[in-house]
């Protein structure tokens, strides 16, 4: 029997979750969509976060980062390795992320490394781009490792028959 999914959460997602309901349409239709995942999938899957994303909830406005750091509270914690830090070296060597988003390519290296099913995120620009995953997917398996799905909440839903 196959054990449940492995998903890596990044900051982006925790803090839509956590946000005050944005009056943007697209921030507010992130908000919902991270909401409905949280209340309705988050349990069928293992969730994981890096250290990093717990440095990264804890800036801020105290009360917003308190929310946050609450909402992180029952995911299991990977620890940043010297692998995952060569492998975000690599991402950005071969512009998969910009040098000036290092962080991202630490995100993407500790779901990679730490062999993830699911890389969660609403960072579009960087992670989440249909333009820049091939160069991701690139890096992650010339390094020798598989890079996990890239999606948002909205993506990561069940599997619906049309029957």
Known sequence: MQGRKKVYVETSVVSNLTARRSYN???AARQAATQTWWDTMRCEFDLFVSLLVIDEASKGDSEASRKRLEALKEMSVV?????MEVLAERLLEATAVPRSSYEDAVHIA???????DYLLTWNCKHIANAI?????FKVCNDSGYQCPIICTP??????ENDE
């Open 154 to 159: 909205e993506q990561l839903g069940k599997e």
């Open 110 to 116: 500790a779901a990679t490394v730490g062999r993830m």
């Open 79 to 83: 620890t940043i390795t010297r692998e």
């Open 25 to 27: 349409l697209i921030d």
């Open 132 to 136: 820049t995953m091939p160069k991701i």
